[in-house]
T-cell receptor
């Protein structure tokens, strides 16, 4: 199993540009999570999907952030326009839904730097 | 949100047993207690999960008292490679009625020779 795949691994962009982060969850997993990690705020849950449907997006910081999951094998997190304060490591995780809290498998992360 | 409180850091030596305690006073009935480990530049990795009493797997044990307001992760005979940040999470994740899963600030464990 390849695990959760994220791309790109590193992204450097200028303020105001659009940024798209991509995630391929583990095959057969029904839930997908997007997290953001910074030194100041730690690891924050942004949004999670179950069976491709967004269940809770209360962690999305503002309208500049959007996430989609068009099918079971792909999700994107988009920031438009990007700002320097968006600089962070963004993790995608997936899990099997078992009706209770399940083990989440994290990807390697995308390190985003907005200048 | 289920607020969790952990020590910011702990130090230990190789071969010692390490116990990391997490407080979660407002744990809800549907909530599970989950621990993750994170190495630098990597995503967190699941260690163990429990609801009550004791759970043991090949890498750790999780002790949960009857009132469930705290939990203790026990790492037997740590090695240098156990140096990492350990997170305690409390929540039910999906089912509703409980707390949303939240990573706290974590405990930085440093293991020395």
């Amino acid at each position: 199993d390849a695990g959760v795949i994220q791309s790109p691994r590193h992204e450097v962009t200028e303020m105001g540009q659009e940024v798209t982060l991509r995630c391929k969850p583990i095959s057969g997993h029904n839930s997908l999570f997007w997290y953001r990690q910074t030194m100041m705020r730690g690891l924050e849950l942004l949004i999670y999907f179950n069976n491709n449907v967004p269940i809770d997006d209360s962690g999305m910081p503002e309208d500049r952030f959007s996430a989609k999951m068009p099918n079971a094998s792909f999700s994107t997190l988009k920031i438009q326009p990007s700002e320097p304060r968006d600089s962070a490591v963004y993790f995608c995780a997936s899990s099997r839904r078992t009706g209770e809290v399940g083990e989440q498998y994290f990807g390697p992360g995308t390190r985003l730097t907005v200048t | 949100l289920a607020k969790t409180t952990q020590p910011i850091s702990m130090d230990s030596y190789e071969g010692q047993e390490v116990n990391i305690t997490c407080s979660h006073n407002n744990i809800a009935t549907n909530d599970y207690i989950t621990w993750y480990q994170q190495f630098p530049s990597q995503g967190p990795r699941f260690i163990i999960q429990g609801y009550k009493t004791k759970v043991t797997n090949e890498v750790a044990s999780l002790f949960i008292p009857a009132d469930r307001k705290s939990s203790t992760l026990s790492l037997p005979r740590v090695s240098l490679s156990d140096t990492a940040v350990y997170y305690c999470l409390v929540g039910d994740g999906f089912t509703g009625g409980g707390n949303k899963l939240t990573f706290g600030t974590g405990t930085q464990l440093k293991v020395e020779l």
